[in-house]
């Protein structure tokens, strides 16, 4: 029996790209989008979600329920990028990133649970970023709202084990996509104390987006987690000194490594 997945975020980026590798393997995929109609030419079905609308989620997920019967996999890919000096981010931004990275995806896995649970089985993976291990200049929102979520995963796995539910992040590093257009920013401001070093960073940052690696990375990894007995808690996925970066803040100290990524940044 093909495998029955849920995709958020799947009109474009990374989860259009799993969205379409998991769907040549034979597994049924359903997609979400806030607006699924600008996308009717694709490979799989999108369903109308927005993760910060509670009545959307539940009405989504009971679609696949109905139609299928079950729903053994959820990718949890929505989510939104932020950049910006925090001293000049509105706190209406802040709040709304966490809205979309963090609380958003709580809301569609409490929404997943009771199917899985009475299925006696599921897995959920959660795509946080490799930046949420670490608080990266004028990127310190986006870093904190997907650290959260790598830590609650850490916590919710132990606390669905007993269902046969199965909980897994995957961070991945820059990737060629669309992210960087639908990023917030916060306005680079003439009279800002950050006005040179914020543009400098970020167009560092745009620079690594446009030259990241292909999306069908993720997809083949996050098939492959799909096909994994017993999945790992963490995965990253991405250019060899962004892992690396991972494992050199574990072992450097801690001025040392703040001094690597100004050194990084230009700062």
């Known amino acids: 029996m093909s495998k029955v997945v849920l995709i958020t975020g799947a009109s474009s980026g990374i989860g259009k790209s799993i969205g379409e590798f998991l769907t040549d393997k034979g597994l049924f995929v359903f997609g979400t989008s806030r607006n699924p109609e600008r996308y009717e030419n694709s490979k799989f079905e999108l369903l109308q979600l927005d993760v910060s609308d509670v009545v959307s989620i539940r009405k989504a997920i009971q679609t696949v329920i109905d139609r299928q019967g079950r729903l053994d996999v959820l990718v949890n890919n929505a989510g939104a990028g932020i950049t910006g000096p925090i001293e000049e981010t509105p706190m209406e931004a802040i709040k709304q990133n966490f809205e979309t990275n963090f609380f958003g995806p709580i809301n569609v896995i409490k929404a997943v649970l009771p199917q899985m649970r009475q299925q006696n089985s599921g897995l959920i993976i959660n795509i946080t970023s490799i930046a949420g291990y670490m608080g990266l200049p004028y990127r310190g929102i986006y870093s904190a709202s997907k650290g959260a979520l790598e830590l609650i995963t850490e916590a919710m796995r132990m606390e669905i084990k007993d269902f046969n ?16 257009a639908g990023r917030y920013h916060a306005p680079l401001l003439d009279n800002s104390p950050y006005k040179t070093p914020y543009g400098n960073t970020l167009q560092l940052m745009n620079e690594h987006v446009d030259g990241g690696k292909d999306p069908q990375l993720m997809a083949k990894a996050i098939f492959k987690i799909i096909n994994t007995r017993n999945p790992r808690i963490h995965y990253k996925v991405g250019e060899f000194m962004q892992q690396f970066s991972i494992v050199l803040k574990r072992i450097l100290p801690d001025k040392v490594y703040e001094k690597m990524l100004q050194n990084h940044y230009k700062l």
């Open 165 to 180: 539910v199965q909980m897994a992040n995957v961070a991945p590093g820059d990737f060629a996509t669309n992210i960087a």
